[in-house]
């Protein structure tokens, strides 16, 4: 497995991801430059060609920006083709969701048209793509689902030393945050006024509280244990 490192590694997203899941799975990391987020990221992925990548909803934004934009100026005849593809690329992620092998057309176009989109991001050779740290727009989960790169979701906070829940490629979904990891334990609270619960967590990945604030540590945890995420 190759990975691309270059979320800051004291925030829990990099370190989760680029040290503690490295070492766990037994990775290849490669470190991109400092200017990453300045616009040399998609040149460190073209040359370490990573098969897992996890990043922030901002930056699969800029992906998608760049894509569409790449698209829009692109002749008449390849933006139908473009969007014939991805209409097969759709169809397949989301028949993968039901155990349904992917169909001929899909074969022809994702030939055609997607493993150009993929490459032309240095992602040819990935096949987890995850994102977490902040909500991705339902729209932008389904762009990327149409060029046949399912994004799952890993859901968690600093607090609960990153993900409590992920997607998988067995259970990947476009409205879920997929299932918890071991030592998890998730509640939902009664529905307030305005009919919303929230949702609390609580393991041995739970904080021991705040640094020298026992205030906002009993804030924050319930009486049972549970860490109030406040979502």
């Known amino acids: 497995m190759r990975m691309v490192s270059y979320l ?3 925030h829990i997203a990099g370190l989760q991801s680029d040290l503690v899941g490295t070492m766990l799975a037994g990775s290849t990391i490669f470190f991109a430059r400092p200017d990453a987020l300045q616009g040399t990221l998609t040149a460190s992925i073209q040359w370490a060609k990573p098969t897992l990548f996890f990043t922030v909803p ?11 934009a790449a698209g829009k100026a692109a002749p008449a005849i390849a933006q ?9 690329g759709y169809k397949k992620v989301m028949d993968g969701t039901k155990g349904i092998e992917p169909g001929f057309m899909y074969g022809v176009a994702n030939a055609i048209v997607l493993t150009k989109i993929k490459k032309a991001l240095g992602f040819e050779e990935c096949r987890l793509f995850f994102y977490g740290a902040a909500p991705l727009k339902q729209s932008s989960v ?5 060029i046949d790169m399912p994004l799952m979701n890993m859901y968690g906070l600093s607090e609960t030393t990153g993900s409590a829940t992920v997607n998988s490629p067995n259970d990947f979904s476009l409205d879920h945050c997929g299932e918890m990891l071991a030592g998890t334990h998730i509640k939902i609270t009664e529905q307030d006024a305005e009919g919303k619960g929230e949702i609390r967590i609580a393991g041995r990945h739970i904080m021991m509280g705040y640094l020298k604030n026992e205030k906002a540590t009993l804030e924050v945890i319930d009486e049972d ?3 109030r995420t406040g979502d």
């Not at 901002?58 to 569409?68: S, Y």
């Not at 389904?142 to 149409?146: C, K, V």
Request: net charge positive; glycine share 10%; charged share 30%.
């Open 58 to 68: 901002r930056v699969w934004e800029k992906f998608e920006d760049a894509l569409k």
């Open 8 to 10: 800051p590694l004291s």
């Open 142 to 146: 389904e762009y990327f689902a149409s």
């Open 225 to 227: 244990g549970y860490f």
């Open 80 to 88: 139908k083709l473009s969007g014939w593809a991805k209409g097969h």
